[in-house]
């Protein structure tokens, strides 16, 4: 937690009760969120916690590298604790379309490509993004014993 406090003062952020407390959420939780799972978690134990206030917070949190934001299904954000090194060099996740758990890839692939890409389309890359989806251990363990995912029998 301290290291995320230490990222938010040196973002220029006040420590605020709900930003401590949404970042004990991902903490906790250790899986990406949309801002109304964010939002219906925390209102009661917050009091008057406004939707509007979440998604603020939430993108503030993802402008200082704390959370990374990640487009999910429908085209929703989906939000979560960016637990990297350094949160600002490059790097990707990858999300377990089960149960919402989030890792970080290092390093990147498309850099060694980079080339390749720009000769063959005439394209001058200037960053990319990838969501990289997939089953993790536990719930792939359910889709190789079953056939259904997350169905560890």
Known sequence: MQRYIRMLRDGKLK???RREAILAYFLKEGKYATPEQVWEDLRLS???LGLPTV???LEELHGLGIL???????NRFHYGLCRADDPHAHHH???CMECRRM???EGC???ALSGRIEA???FKLTGHTINLQGLCRSCAVGVADTGHPGDHR
């Open 68 to 74: 990374v934001r990640v487009e999910g299904a429908e």
């Open 93 to 95: 996740h990858i999300v």
């Open 55 to 57: 998604y603020r917070n």
């Open 109 to 111: 692939l498309v850099e």
């Open 46 to 48: 917050l009091g008057r």
């Open 103 to 105: 890792q970080e890839v």
């Open 15 to 17: 420590v605020t009760p």
């Open 120 to 122: 063959e389309t005439g």
